[in-house]
């Protein structure tokens, strides 16, 4: 069975640190998202990883994949308000998306 | 750029009554899927949908729940007898297809149900 823990699952920091959210899964998948989710938004998609050892980076956000030890990792650089949100890594399964408990960020000015 | 769109964007309902949730997915995608958050909690997948036939559900999709595409866009969620702990938000994904890069699904706004 697909599992995914996240932790930590809730991270509140100050504004210009720097903090990594881990992701491990079960089992082995195709690939690997981040998601984004606002306080009563839908999904949004930040990140797709597909094989070991990629990196993806967005300005603040730098995600990486670890297949052999099936761990993902999303690093915060300088964070900043505009990144509070709640980050959730997922795995694709067979037809379906599992999710994460999800990481909730809370960056202070 | 194309969208999955969901209506109503927040549904309140008496426990025991029925409920459709509705969702348009992108005009091209073959594969429809609905998951759901209860408040505060992770998404949980509840079923996919390809060639007008469920092809995996989990154990949350039981004999209440339901799903059809009554036409060439719509796709729809039933749930028969509404309970209390239906209350979630409920999203509606499509991808076009299921091979690496188009299996990438995207995500409805989500529908709001408060069972009441």
């Known amino acids: 069975e697909l599992k995914v823990e996240q932790n930590p699952l809730f991270l509140s920091m100050q504004e210009g640190k720097n903090y990594t959210i881990y992701c491990n899964y079960s089992?082995?998948?195709?690939?690997l998202y981040w998601y984004r989710q606002d306080p009563g938004k839908s999904l949004e998609s930040l990140f797709v990883l597909l094989s070991n050892g990629a990196v993806k980076q967005e300005g603040r956000l730098m995600a990486s994949l670890d297949t052999k030890a099936r761990l993902s990792t999303l690093h915060i650089t300088a964070a900043v308000h505009d990144l509070s949100a709640t980050y959730f890594c997922v795995i694709q399964g067979a037809q379906k998306l599992v999710f994460g408990q999800g990481t909730r960020l809370t960056i202070n000015p | 750029e194309p969208e999955v769109t969901q209506t109503p964007s927040h549904q309140v309902t008496q426990m025991g009554q029925e409920v459709i949730l509705r969702c348009v997915p992108i005009?091209?995608?073959?594969?429809f899927y609905w998951y759901r958050q209860i408040l505060g909690q992770k998404v949980e997948f509840l079923v996919s949908?390809?060639?007008?036939?469920?092809?995996?559900k989990s154990e949350i999709f039981d004999d209440q729940f339901s799903v059809e595409r009554p036409d060439g866009s719509n796709f729809t969620l039933k749930i028969r007898s509404t309970k209390l702990e239906d209350s979630a938000m409920y999203f509606c994904?499509?991808?076009?297809?299921?091979?690496?890069?188009?299996?990438?699904?995207?995500f409805g706004p989500g529908t709001r149900l408060t069972v009441t």
């Open positions: 994904a499509s991808s076009e297809g299921a091979g690496v890069l188009q299996d990438e699904q995207y």
């Open positions: 089992t082995t998948s195709d690939r």
């Open positions: 949908f390809y060639n007008n036939e469920i092809s995996e």
């Open positions: 005009s091209n995608h073959l594969y």
